[in-house]
């Protein structure tokens, strides 16, 4: 039982490329989460799943898209890679959106150059 | 949008010794979470409060959902070398599962 898994762990782009982060729950969740976490800020919450088959904005939803591809799987792309997009990104789940207690996966380190 | 206030930003302190740290909000929050993150690492749930005024402790963690929902604090007694990290409260706002965040509060331990 392996909870949250993300990948890549490490990712170095330059300014308009595009990625996909992949994250993948083992935990028969029905929501999931993208959040970005930046120095001095906490976690931000960037879009979500309350379940399959519907997404969601949250806070910082700019720039960035995502797919919920079935119910353990959760992806989100960044078309048009910039330096802003720097951060840490964590994916997280949980049983249902209704119960806070969301379980993260050890996070994607992105620079863009 | 909705902020949560969380202090202090950081602390030094001895081995053996209590830690408290808060977080307090202008909005009323259904459920107050806290979470300790390690260096490289994602945040890992501490403890869960789903009630107001409940406190509830997870070995040498104590947590309160304040009365009035919009505030909680988390104790940490007789601090040891790997409590160092950085903690978290979370707040969620209605059933939207949501989750909005303090700005974390790094713990320094000095053995």
Redesign the interface.
């Known amino acids: 039982n392996a909870g949250?898994t993300q990948t890549p762990k490490f990712q170095v782009l330059k300014t308009g490329q595009s990625m996909t982060l992949q994250c993948a729950q083992d935990m028969n969740h029905n929501?999931m989460?993208w959040?970005r976490q930046d120095p001095?800020?906490?976690?931000?919450?960037i879009y979500?799943s309350?379940s399959e088959g519907t997404t969601d904005k949250?806070?910082v939803p700019n720039g960035y898209n995502v797919s919920r591809l079935n119910k353990r799987e959760f992806s989100l792309r960044l078309e048009s890679a910039a330096p802003s997009q720097t951060s840490v990104y964590?994916c997280?789940s949980?049983r249902?959106?209704?119960?806070?207690?969301?379980?993260?996966?050890?996070?994607t380190r992105l620079t863009v150059l | 949008g909705q902020q949560l206030n969380q202090s202090p930003q950081s602390m030094f302190i001895q081995e053996g010794e209590d830690v408290s740290m808060n977080c307090t909000s202008s909005s009323i929050f259904n459920t107050w979470l806290w979470y300790k993150q390690d260096p490289g690492e994602g945040p890992v749930l501490l403890i869960a409060l789903y009630k107001a005024g409940e406190l509830t402790s997870n070995g040498r963690l104590t947590a309160q959902f304040g009365i009035t929902r919009k505030d909680s604090f988390l104790n940490i007694s007789a601090s040891i070398p790997s409590d160092v990290g950085i903690y978290f409260c979370a707040g969620q706002p209605g059933n939207t599962g949501k989750l909005i965040f303090g700005q974390g509060t790094t713990l320094q331990v000095k053995p």
């Open positions: 949250v929501s989460y959040y001095g800020m906490g976690l931000r919450l979500y309350a949250g806070e964590f997280a949980t249902t959106s209704g119960i806070g207690t969301q379980y993260f996966g050890p996070g």
